[in-house]
C-alpha cells in the first residue's frame, strides 16, 4: 500500500478531511470543515492554507513556491527549530534549524466537540536530524481549524542533560498592499534591527513598511492587529510560550533574489512570528517541556 492510500485509510474524515499528493511524494492533509478550509504538508508540517468560510485567506502562499521534499515552502507557517536565523556556532547549518526541511509523521485527526478540526504531528529524530542535532527530542505540532487557526509546537528534552534551543512559527500573512499596513500592539517595544546591523532602537506607535523590515521585537507578550484597509479586515495575531516577535518583509531586492518568491509577492505578504529569538532562548532540563503558540483570527471586515 502506498504512504498516500495508507494515511487516507487510516485518518482522513468523511467530508472533513483528506490526504492528497499536492505535486510527485508530497502528502498534503486537506481539511474543510464547518468553519474554514486549510491546508497542512507533511513535509515541514507546514500549514500551507487556512480561509475562514466566506473569506479571503488568511496565509499568504507564494505562486513560485517550491513543492519538493527537503525544502522549505515559501509562504504559510514554516516552524523554525531548533534553533531561529543562523545556527549560534555552526555556520554551514541550515538556517531556521532542520524542522522545516524534514517528513513529519500524521498522528492523528480529530474531529473536536466544538466542529473545529484538530491535526497532530510530530517529527521522528533520523540520522540527518542526529546530525544536526544529537540531543534526543519530542517534537509536537498541534493545528486546530476552526473560526481561529492555532498551531501550537510542543518541545521536550529527552537527553540527560539541559538543552538550550531557540524556534518561530514563521507565519506569511497575506495582505492587500504592504505599502497601506499598519501594525499595532508594539508601541514602546525594544527591537533589533537586523537591516541596521543589529542595532537595538524602540518603536514608537504603529509601526508601517517603506523598505525591507526584518526585526526582532523583544520582551513583548503582546497581541498584534494588522490593520489592512486594502483588504477591509483586521488580522489578530495572538501568542504564548513567546518572549519576541518577528516582522519581516524582504521588498523588492531581497524578493527579487529568491526563486520561489513570486513577482511583487513581497507587496502582498508579511510574516509576523511568534518567536524565541535572539534573548529569548528556551532552556529545558531532561524531560521539561515548552509550547509555542500562535493563534490567528479575523477580526472584522472593516480595518
Ligand atoms: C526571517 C528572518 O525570520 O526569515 C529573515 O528574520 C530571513 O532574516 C527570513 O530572511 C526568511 O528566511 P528564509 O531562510 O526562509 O529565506
Known amino acids: 500500500?502506498?504512504?498516500?492510500?495508507?494515511?487516507?485509510?487510516?485518518?482522513?474524515?468523511?467530508?472533513?478531511?483528506?490526504?492528497?499528493?499536492?505535486?510527485?511524494?508530497?502528502?498534503?492533509?486537506?481539511?474543510?470543515?464547518?468553519?474554514?478550509d486549510a491546508s497542512i504538508a507533511l513535509d515541514g508540517g507546514q500549514v500551507l492554507t487556512f480561509q475562514p468560510k466566506l473569506q479571503q485567506p488568511v496565509l499568504w502562499l507564494s505562486k513560485k513556491a517550491i513543492y519538493k521534499p527537503g525544502k522549505s515552502?515559501?509562504?504559510?507557517?514554516?516552524?523554525?527549530?531548533?534553533?531561529?536565523?543562523?545556527?549560534?556556532?555552526?555556520?554551514?547549518?541550515?538556517a531556521h534549524g532542520f524542522a522545516r526541511n524534514h517528513r513529519w509523521q500524521l498522528e492523528a485527526i480529530e474531529q473536536q466537540t466544538d466542529q473545529s478540526t484538530l491535526v497532530r504531528l510530530t517529527l521522528p529524530a533520523s540520522d540527518?536530524?542526529?546530525?544536526?542535532?544529537?540531543?534526543?527530542?519530542?517534537?509536537?505540532?498541534?493545528?486546530?481549524?476552526?473560526?481561529?487557526?492555532?498551531?501550537?509546537?510542543t518541545m521536550t528534552n529527552l537527553s540527560d542533560h539541559p538543552c538550550t534551543m531557540t524556534s518561530a512559527l514563521h507565519t506569511?500573512?497575506?495582505?492587500?498592499?504592504?505599502?497601506?499596513?499598519?501594525?499595532?500592539?508594539?508601541?514602546?517595544?525594544p527591537y533589533m534591527d537586523k537591516v541596521q546591523d543589529f542595532s537595538l532602537f524602540e518603536q514608537q506607535g504603529n509601526v508601517r513598511f517603506s523598505?525591507?523590515?526584518?526585526?526582532?521585537?523583544?520582551?513583548t507578550r503582546s497581541d498584534i492587529i494588522i490593520h489592512d484597509g486594502v483588504l477591509k479586515r483586521q488580522l489578530k495575531i495572538a501568542k504564548s510560550g513567546s518572549l519576541s516577535t518577528v516582522l519581516w518583509n524582504p521588498w523588492v531586492n531581497k524578493s527579487a533574489a529568491m526563486n520561489d518568491f513570486e513577482e511583487d509577492g513581497y507587496q502582498h505578504m508579511l510574516c509576523v512570528e511568534a518567536a524565541n529569538a535572539a534573548d529569548d532562548i528556551i532552556q529545558l532540563q531532561p524531560a521539561q517541556s515548552h509550547c509555542l503558540q500562535t493563534v490567528l483570527s479575523v477580526l472584522d471586515q472593516h480595518a
Not at 523598505?211 to 520582551?219: K, P
Open 1 to 36: 500500500m502506498s504512504l498516500l492510500s495508507s494515511l487516507q485509510s487510516q485518518f482522513s474524515i468523511d467530508g472533513v478531511a483528506s490526504i492528497v499528493n499536492c505535486s510527485d511524494d508530497f502528502p498534503v492533509i486537506q481539511i474543510s470543515n464547518s468553519y474554514a
Open 73 to 94: 515552502l515559501r509562504g504559510g507557517i514554516p516552524v523554525c527549530w531548533p534553533w531561529f536565523s543562523d545556527h549560534p556556532t555552526e555556520k554551514s547549518f541550515p
Open 128 to 153: 540527518a536530524t542526529r546530525n544536526l542535532w544529537p540531543q534526543p527530542f519530542e517534537l509536537e505540532l498541534k493545528v486546530v481549524v476552526g473560526t481561529e487557526l492555532s498551531v501550537s509546537l
Open 172 to 189: 506569511y500573512l497575506q495582505v492587500g498592499d504592504i505599502r497601506e499596513i499598519v501594525i499595532s500592539g508594539l508601541d514602546q517595544t
Open 211 to 219: 523598505g525591507e523590515l526584518d526585526r526582532i521585537y523583544q520582551n
